[in-house]
């Protein structure tokens, strides 16, 4: 640039600057004017840079920052302050986040401070996990009976024993007086129910599989007593319940049934399938909308149950038993266990439900697969539990094993991931808590 040029320059750039500062004279008047007239907590238009913008539009544009953002935000002025302090923005921040997700944005009346203690609490977990420090709490069970089964939600644990009773505790509030679930059985037979086979719960209802075929519903916000009874001709065998919706499944014989309410609240069967051999292992799809969607396990065969359609199967290998079953929203996880002349090795398949065909064969352990744990573990990733007692992490990319622990003594009878720990539990009763990043034990609880 010559001489000529930039002395143009600089003073086309001070004729804008003074006609920019005489705006602002002429608009600081009318500004302050408004301000006095409006209260103080009211705003119309937002200063954003070089314009005004109305206030909708703004909460609108920080939607879309997060926790930290927001902060540097109400660091520019008092009008950014109030937008990054709005009880919308915040409401909408513990709901991501997953706190309080039953809640309406009218009860409490400063989410900001919801949201930082909930995270101060989650922090504060994190830590006692990690400095392996806490508590173990036995929850009291019924004498003279023998727990037949028992199944948690969100701090919600159901239990099932011998006598047929079924009792609830709720761990959040730390009130261990667990109330019974009442059945329908007449009360001039004590101790003649029924053993309890399964038990499942979630954030509303509770579910009772009884020995004699029997299917009690309990809905935990309105009473002890069933809303809905239902009755097979044989033993249940698998019992599947929705942790999204109020969708039960259930399998008795070669009979699959799906109940489901309707918008009076009164239960039906939405589906009913007939399949070829005892179903073992029952899971329901999570996410299906309108039409819910079950996959079951019959010695080797799987089958994919959708209501609007008829049993289908999904995969079959003779003399390949299904060992373990897993269910996403996209995929389906189950060990098989190879028998036969040519022995491969026993693997755990992954198949997609969209697809309906195989995406990964992992594994080839010398030892049965016992669980999988598909749906609570991050993206890409899978934990399987396996009678050579070791816990293993699958890398669903490259179909390979991320990690593997030597978790227990006997075999690996439950295991469950999250996105930094791993919770395992054995045959010889102990529980173990990994942080699976750093390949570290961090809690043993031994029953």
């Known amino acids: 640039m010559d001489d000529h040029s930039l002395e143009e320059f600089r003073r086309r750039w001070q004729e804008e600057l003074a006609q920019a500062q005489a705006l602002r004279k002429r608009r600081r008047p009318e500004a302050a004017e408004r301000r006095a007239r409006r209260p103080e907590n009211e705003m119309d238009d937002v200063p954003f840079f070089d314009i005004q913008l109305p206030y909708e539009l703004a909460i609108n544009i920080f939607q879309y920052l997060d926790r930290k953002e927001l902060g540097r935000c109400a660091q520019v002025s008092k009008t950014w302050k109030v937008i990054a302090e709005d009880e919308v923005l915040w409401y909408r921040l513990c709901q991501q986040e997953g706190h309080l997700p039953e809640s309406s944005i009218s009860d409490y009346s400063c989410w900001k401070l919801i949201f930082q203690e909930c995270r101060a609490k989650e922090h504060m977990l994190r830590t006692n996990w990690k400095n392996r420090k806490g508590a173990v709490s036995e929850l009291e069970h019924i004498p003279d009976a023998v727990l037949c089964d028992v199944h948690s939600h969100d701090g919600v ?222 993206p890409n990733l899978m934990v399987s539990g396996n009678m050579d007692r070791r816990v293993r992490i699958h890398d669903l990319r490259t179909d390979k094993i991320a990690l593997s622990l030597s978790a227990h003594q006997l075999g690996v009878s439950a295991v469950q991931m999250d996105d930094w720990k791993i919770v395992s539990g054995g045959e010889e009763g102990l529980v173990s808590v990994w942080d699976y990043r750093m390949n570290q034990k961090l809690w043993e609880v031994h029953s």
């Open 157 to 378: 644990v159901i239990a099932g024993y011998t006598s047929g009773d079924v009792r609830v505790w709720d761990t959040r509030t730390w009130d261990y007086v667990a109330p019974f679930l009442e059945s329908e059985y007449e009360e001039d037979e004590p101790g003649m129910q029924p053993y309890v086979s399964f038990v499942r719960i979630n954030s509303s209802l509770a579910v009772a599989a009884y020995e004699d075929g029997f299917l009690n519903i309990w809905d935990l916000r309105t009473g002890k007593y069933p809303i809905h009874r239902f009755e097979h001709d044989a033993r249940i065998q698998a019992v599947a319940l929705s942790q999204e919706d109020a969708t039960v499944a259930t399998a008795s014989a070669f009979d699959v049934v799906m109940l489901y309410p309707n918008e009076e609240g009164y239960w039906h069967i939405a589906a009913e399938f007939e399949v070829q051999k005892l179903v073992d292992y029952l899971e329901i799809v999570p996410d299906t909308g309108r039409y819910p969607v079950a996959v079951a396990t019959a010695g080797d065969l799987v089958y994919l149950l959708k209501a609007e359609d008829s049993a289908r199967t999904l995969h079959y290998v003779y003399g390949q038993p299904v060992t373990c079953l897993d269910v996403s929203a996209n995929q389906v996880a189950f060990g098989v266990k190879s028998l036969g002349w040519v022995y491969e090795g026993n693997k755990i398949l992954v198949y997609s439900l969209e697809a309906e065909r195989c995406l990964s064969k992992l594994g080839n352990a010398l030892g049965d697969f016992t669980c999988v744990n598909l749906r609570d573990s991050p």
